[in-house]
């Protein structure tokens, strides 16, 4: 790939397919080579979808010939492993569905494919999107395209890894507690999780039903628009769908944020952050102000100290449910060798999921167990319902609350593989927006040590234009989302 390749956009890429200066399939073939040049470097990449990618790409060059091509037809992207991708193996990088090859699409998937989209590969993932640095895949670690001895983060690394080393354009992750935007600001890429219920969940693998969210990572504000265009809106397939009208995404995308109040919530310059960190996104948050944003600081949000404890209940709990399903009886991995079902069933489990995975099923289990479920998941729930209340208050006096995506920049591979709640409160800025159900964005920020700093954008429900707004403008002024890796 040349580095005209690797500078892109979706926007400017279209713009050339338009034009027909460059063709879906000589697109698609300079980005499968790219993954074959570099993966084995950033290890981004799960399955290559070679063939059907190309066979994608001349369908596009037939739609762009017929004048019908959306802004994604021809447009090469990776799928995070744990959606559903009709014939083509859904991992979720564990070994309990190492060869689980789904039968169905899920809607974001049929989506793109209507839209002509071309999915080069699935990209790799912490095992069952559990964890917060793509070392907990079963197969392999994804490294940080900035400084391979560093993590990506997690759980949608492999999407923000790929997406950052330019091999692909764009690729969808999904965020249970920080699993779009940490990698985001990870990565220096822009990470969008959506409101709960935006976009459908049908197809999507589940960890924890009531805090999953797809959502797009990119390489700007205007990409993340375009994507959000074809993937939004209500899906019947998913009982969790909003049924709202879908705005086109990219209109009111302009250059100053004249007449926005933007609120910076105290509780999230926490102990521990980097003084970098805090540099960085305190310089952001004035670029704001530049471009005629109201900025106010000390905004308070008391009950954010508790989210992660909430959010370490809610979601094991939801685990706990959803991967029973895993038996061995009906798909995926299968341990027969043994003397009764019932041995079969617990030998599955036991060599079919990994260490973080059973931590959180434990978790769950005992959350949810007879004497603790009112102790623990009772509490945690109506907690859940004070933070909620207390974005709805905030977000009646702002457009937008700005704070870090995550405390720190990058951290070493295996650096916390030891200390699980280390890793966990690597998230402890994300977490909240998913107990809140609000959408949220991540967007480069700046640098600390050569290593990317992203800042988060929280919006009320629904309120994903405003967020594209603010960081669409921000990124006019800067040139921190240009920046690219050397790989």
Not at 306 to 328: F, K, M, Q, T
Not at 472 to 478: E, F, I, L, M, N
Request: one cysteine or more; a neutral charge.
């Amino acid at each position: 790939m040349t580095d005209n390749y690797a500078d892109l956009t979706i926007r400017s890429a279209h713009e050339l397919l338009k034009a027909k200066k460059l063709s879906s399939v000589e697109l698609t073939k300079a980005y499968l080579a790219r993954i074959k040049k570099i993966d084995q470097r950033v290890r981004a990449v799960v399955t290559v979808t070679e063939d059907s990618a190309l066979q994608q790409a001349r369908k596009a060059d037939e739609l762009i010939a017929s004048g019908k091509a959306d802004h994604l037809t021809g447009i090469p992207m990776l799928i995070k492993d744990n959606i559903c991708t009709s014939g083509v193996k859904t991992t979720c990088s564990s070994k309990m569905l190492e060869n689980f090859v789904p039968p169905y699409n899920a809607t974001v998937v049929e989506k793109l494919n209507h839209a002509g989209a071309v999915m080069i590969g699935k990209a790799n993932m912490d095992e069952f999107a559990m964890g917060s640095s793509t070392e907990n895949s079963a197969f392999f670690t994804t490294h940080n395209p900035w400084d391979p001895s560093r993590v990506p983060g997690g759980s949608s690394g492999g999407s923000a890894a790929g997406v950052a080393a330019s091999e692909a354009l764009y690729a969808l992750g999904s965020d249970t507690g920080g699993s779009i935007r940490q990698p985001a600001g990870f990565c220096n890429v822009t990470g969008l999780k959506p409101t709960y219920g935006r976009v459908s969940r049908y197809g999507l693998v589940a960890f924890a039903s009531s805090l999953d969210q797809i959502g797009p990572l990119t390489k700007d504000a205007l990409d993340s628009a375009l994507v959000m265009n074809v993937i939004a809106g209500y899906d019947p397939r998913d009982s969790t769908s909003a049924p709202e009208p879908v705005p086109d995404y990219t209109k009111g995308l302009t250059a100053d944020l004249k007449g926005m109040k933007i609120g910076i919530p105290q509780e999230y310059f926490v102990e521990g952050m980097q003084s970098e960190v805090e540099v960085a996104i305190k310089d952001a948050i004035r670029k704001l102000e530049e471009l005629g944003a109201k900025v106010e600081w000390g905004v308070s949000l008391p009950h954010t100290r508790h989210a992660l404890a909430v959010y370490y209940i809610i979601a094991p709990s939801e685990a706990s449910a959803n991967l029973a399903r895993y038996d061995g009886a009906k798909y995926g991995f299968s341990y027969k060798d043994t003397g009764s079902m019932w041995e079969g069933m617990e030998k599955t489990k036991q060599f079919g999921f990994g260490a973080e995975v059973k931590r959180r099923i434990m978790l769950g289990t005992y959350a949810l167990s007879s004497g603790y479920y009112d102790a623990y998941y009772l509490k945690a729930q109506k907690v859940r319902t004070l933070i909620r209340h207390e974005f709805d208050q905030a977000f009646e006096k702002y457009d937008a609350l700005v704070t870090p995506t995550s405390p720190t920049v990058p951290f070493r591979i295996g650096e916390k593989a030891d200390n699980p709640l280390q890793m966990y409160l690597s998230d402890v800025c994300t977490l909240p927006i998913n107990i809140a159900g609000v959408p949220a964005i991540s967007i480069p920020a700046g640098f600390g040590g050569g290593l990317p700093i992203g800042m988060q954008v929280i919006g009320k429900p629904f309120s994903e234009p405003t967020l594209l707004k603010i960081s669409y403008a921000y990124q006019q002024v800067t040139d921190w989302h240009k920046r690219k890796p050397r790989v």
